[in-house]
């Protein structure tokens, strides 16, 4: 029996006590992530309902200059805050497409889509929001120039066609990193397996009769389809 060294235990404590801590903290960081996903999202329904009223105010009284005034406002800090969280979420999907690891299986692949589904439906009322105040700026304003109006609407296609851009990557890198997960690549290399084991049977006469190879040969396409 090896004698047991105080010192080898005292470390192996202080390491393990050590891995504990940065579990317990780590879990804090993700709840602490989450309520502040949270707290964003209702920020930007709450800021969407805002400029719901703010419409409807100034079709019932277009021409009360102080309330125009007082929120033209509320009107631009909604479109401040939709621009930032536009470049937050842009920031966010980038990340998440930078994570992606070599071998991986399908479950990551599909956790990978749904996280950026999520941040895509929030990006996507971002840009709305952006563009809902910034129609709504020159409305209260009453800046109908065209220089003006024209500069809006360069703004808001920029957005939505950095939009389209990233969807588009996002797009294409998703499908990839299926495709490439673990359980399709074995799927492929199983159906290739099987409908070459059928050719093989075909070659045997009294195996053949049995039409074994046909039935290999169908299952083998069926999973080569099942995987596209």
């Not at 120039?145 to 296609?157: A, L, Q």
């Not at 050719?199 to 009769?209: D, F, L, N, T, Y």
Request: aromatic share 8%; net charge negative; proline share 1%.
């Amino acid at each position: 029996v090896m004698p047991i060294d105080p010192m080898t235990m005292v470390i192996a404590a202080a390491l393990f006590s050590f891995d504990q801590k940065l579990v317990a903290l780590q879990k804090k960081a993700e709840e602490i992530l989450q309520f502040l996903k949270l707290e964003k999202q209702s920020r930007q329904r709450g800021n969407l309902n805002m400029l719901a009223e703010i419409l409807e105010e100034y079709k019932q009284d277009c021409s009360n200059e102080k309330m125009c005034n007082l929120r033209v406002v509320a009107v631009q800090d909604i479109k401040r805050e939709a621009h930032q969280d536009i470049l937050f979420y842009q920031e966010q999907i980038s990340r998440q497409l930078q994570e992606q690891q070599k071998l991986h299986g399908a479950q990551q692949a599909q956790s990978l889509l749904d996280n950026v589904t999520s941040e895509f439906s929030e990006y996507q009322l971002a840009c709305y929001l952006y563009a809902f105040s910034s129609f709504l700026d020159a409305m209260l304003q009453q800046n109908f120039d065209t220089v003006v109006i024209e500069s809006i609407m360069e703004r808001m296609d920029a957005v939505a066609q950095k939009y389209e851009a990233l969807y588009a990557e996002c797009y294409g890198q998703i499908a990839q990193y299926q495709r490439s997960s673990l359980e399709m690549q074995a799927m492929g290399g199983i159906g290739s397996a099987v409908k070459s084991l059928g050719k093989s049977v075909s070659a045997v006469p009294i195996i053949g009769k049995w039409h074994a190879s046909a039935v290999l040969i169908n299952a083998g396409e069926s999973i080569g389809k099942f995987k596209q």
